[in-house]
């Protein structure tokens, strides 16, 4: 079955950078776009970038330009969500997500946590 | 960017009711889009893609209608499993906008 599976709770503090990743596994994982989406605390869902297939190509929020970059291993079907300048307002859930229409899969999200 | 607005943004509700959830967009979106359900803690999960098409092994108690900037996600006969939070998304352009939410709770 497909599964994503993400990487643990990160704290940081203010400034730093954080990287998440998600290992997809029970598909090909050269077919299928990879997104990232963020939950804010008691907030909704915010789209932040996607990484083609190849991963050659990338299309991120205007609201993310510049703070952060996904990129994607095809040896080990993981892709990786780098985000820098963190601000206290970057606190929330991470996910990982298909977001493939009819293949539509979400990986259990990373509470990523920026307080001084 | 396409703006998603849900309404209502909450709405209460009985076991077994029949409830109603729209989504406008801010300009035509065809019918390219999903509705999730969101529990607390949890991911999204999908319900419907293309507007109108049922997520495999979602029962089809969940439907969706619309094309354009108007649609509408259709709960019928509530159980208890199904209060939760739901979302629309479009997926037509980039950047992916999301609805605001729409919080299902039992009455």
């Known amino acids: 079955q497909v599964q994503l599976v993400q990487s643990g709770v990160e704290v940081k503090k203010p400034g730093a950078s954080v990287k998440v990743s998600c290992k997809a596994s029970?598909?090909?994982?050269?077919?299928?776009?990879m997104h990232w989406v963020r939950q804010a605390p008691g907030q909704g869902l915010e789209w932040m970038g996607t990484?083609?297939?190849?991963?050659?190509?990338?299309t991120y929020a205007q609201k993310f330009q510049g703070r952060v970059a996904i990129t994607r291993d095809t040896s080990t079907s993981t892709v990786y969500m780098d985000l820098s300048s963190l601000r206290s307002d970057d606190t929330a859930v991470y996910f990982c997500a298909t977001l493939g229409a009819s293949f539509d899969h979400w990986g259990q999200g990373t509470l990523v946590t920026v307080s001084s | 960017d396409i703006q998603m607005t849900q309404s209502p943004s909450s709405l209460s509700a009985s076991v077994g009711d029949r409830v109603s959830i729209t989504c406008r967009a801010s300009q035509g979106i065809n019918n390219y889009l999903a509705w999730f359900q969101q529990k607390p803690g949890k991911a999204p999960k999908s319900l419907i893609y293309?507007?109108?098409s049922l997520q495999s092994g979602v029962p089809s108690k969940f439907s969706g209608s619309g094309y354009g900037t108007d649609f509408t996600l259709t709960i019928s006969s509530l159980q208890p499993e199904d209060f939760a939070t739901y979302y629309c998304q479009q997926y037509k352009n980039y950047p992916y906008t999301f609805g605001q939410g729409t919080k299902l709770e039992i009455k």
């Open positions: 293309a507007a109108s």
């Open positions: 990484i083609t297939p190849s991963g050659e190509s990338t």
């Open positions: 029970g598909y090909i994982f050269t077919s299928y776009y």
